[in-house]
């Protein structure tokens, strides 16, 4: 199984890259419009030499249409070929390890050698919709991902309460890789207590990255799945023709997280609406502070920051996740990364 984990880079790309796509809703846009672009950014990603496309799972934000990984991912599967697809993640206290299993289990059978099976312990959301969603407690993560790897693979203990339930359908020859996701210490640690592969959120985290990632080194127990630690990052990043309107650009997904921490959900705004919109000083210093951790500019500026975040991380993945108005700005940010690389002509 190792081999569906790691990637192999393209071009002249020091690791694997990857696309974290959140289904972005823009401002005059739609949902509908915004899972049509998810739809042309797999494609073409996978045209490009990306190595896979994960979704993640968000509910109740106007910005966000990405509330059913399994669904969206069984689409994209069913419109592309050979980049592999994978939830970014599954926020598994939202669901029952069964209905998981099942689910993944049926996007293998249909996508063998495809699919990737994220997995996070957070709610994906506020308090509220947490508790409409019927929400498990987070504190039994460890047991869940337990629970669930031993549905995909039928290896509940002899007595086990689950031992004759069977999740259909399972492919006894193998199932998708899971993953572990993480914004801070405890997942680094139990992915690589279970031997893992590990995928940490350095694009709202990024001051946890490094010590995560040397948590998630030091406690890797090899496994069935995993002989060394397999660690990738997801990072912001917005490329564009010039300096000027890269940073235009990365602006809206800043005010749109703005509006997110304030607890006012909004579609990303438009460029416009970022260089009007009347910040406070702490606004702004929130701003900034969100900035610093995008890597964005002129194309070969970004494969530079990129480039450094890597050395510096040691991570064997990149995972680009582009926040910003406008479905075509998104995807050309994408193409011209990938042209920076030369992972493409």
Known sequence: MSDEIRGIAKGDAEVPLSVLDLATVSAGH??????????????????????????????????????SPAVLIAHL??????????SGGVMLPNHAPLIIAEQFGMLHALHPGRIDLGLGRAPGTDGATAAALRRGDADRF????????????????????????????????????????????FSAQLAGLLGLPFAFAHHFSAANTEPALALYRSAFQPSAVLDRPYAMIGVSAVAADTAREAHRLARTGGLAMLRLRRGTPSPVPTP???????????????????LSNVVYGEPDAVRAGLSELCERTGVDELMITATMHGG?????????????????D
């Open 30 to 67: 739609t949902p509908a419009e915004a899972l049509r672009t998810s739809t042309e950014l797999a494609c073409n990603a996978e045209r490009w030499g990306y190595h896979r496309l994960w979704v993640a799972e968000h509910h109740g934000m106007p910005g966000v249409a990405s509330s």
């Open 142 to 185: 460890p047991q869940e991902v337990s629970e669930l790897v031993s549905f995909l693979d039928g290896s509940f203990e002899p007595g086990h309460r689950f031992e004759r339930i069977l999740a259909v359908p399972r492919d006894p020859a193998g199932r998708p890789p899971v993953w572990l996701l993480g914004s801070s210490g």
């Open 328 to 344: 075509e700005n998104r995807i050309r940010s994408y193409e011209l990364i990938a042209k920076a690389y030369k992972m493409t």
């Open 77 to 86: 599967a069913a419109h592309t070929s050979s980049i592999r697809l994978g």
């Open 272 to 290: 416009e609406e970022a260089e009007e919109y009347p910040y406070s000083m702490v606004e702004e210093e929130f701003l900034d502070s969100w």
